[in-house]
C-alpha cells in the first residue's frame, strides 16, 4: 500500500505561487502514475494534473494549463506541483494521487489551497 503526505498548501493573494508536495512511501514509487486532483467545496473532485511513471508526460487540466507545473524526482519519491498566477477559483484541497500499473490507487489526506484577498 503506499502512504502518501501532502504538504505546502496555505492562504495566497490572487496573481500569488504555491508548491505543492507529495512524499510517498512506496518502494515501486518509479513504477506509479502520480497525479494532483482537487475538490472545492459543493464540487466534485477533479484531475489538476498528472505525471507519468518515468516522468516524460505530463498532462494538465484546462483550467490550470499554462500556471500550474508537475513534476517528479523517482530518487527522493516526491512529487510537485508548482502553481502560479493563482485565481480564487483554485481555491480547495489538493490531494495527491498514485496510481499502480495494475490500476489499484492511494490517496494523499489533501492539503488546502485558499486563493484571497
Known amino acids: 500500500q503506499v502512504q502518501l503526505v501532502e504538504s505546502g498548501g496555505g492562504l495566497v493573494q490572487p496573481g500569488g505561487s504555491l508548491r505543492l508536495s507529495c512524499a510517498a512511501s512506496?518502494?515501486?514509487?518509479?513504477?506509479?502514475?502520480m497525479s494532483w486532483y482537487r475538490q472545492a467545496p459543493g464540487k466534485e473532485r477533479e484531475l489538476v494534473a498528472g505525471i507519468t511513471s518515468g516522468g516524460g508526460t505530463a498532462t494538465y487540466a484546462d483550467s490550470v494549463k499554462g500556471r500550474f507545473t508537475i513534476s517528479r524526482d523517482n530518487g527522493k519519491k516526491t512529487v510537485i506541483l508548482q502553481m502560479n498566477s493563482l485565481k480564487p477559483e483554485d481555491t480547495a484541497v489538493y490531494y495527491c494521487n498514485a496510481e499502480t500499473p495494475g490500476g489499484y490507487t492511494s490517496w494523499g489526506q489533501g492539503t488546502q489551497v485558499t486563493v484571497s484577498s
Open positions: 512506496a518502494f515501486f514509487f518509479s513504477r506509479y502514475d
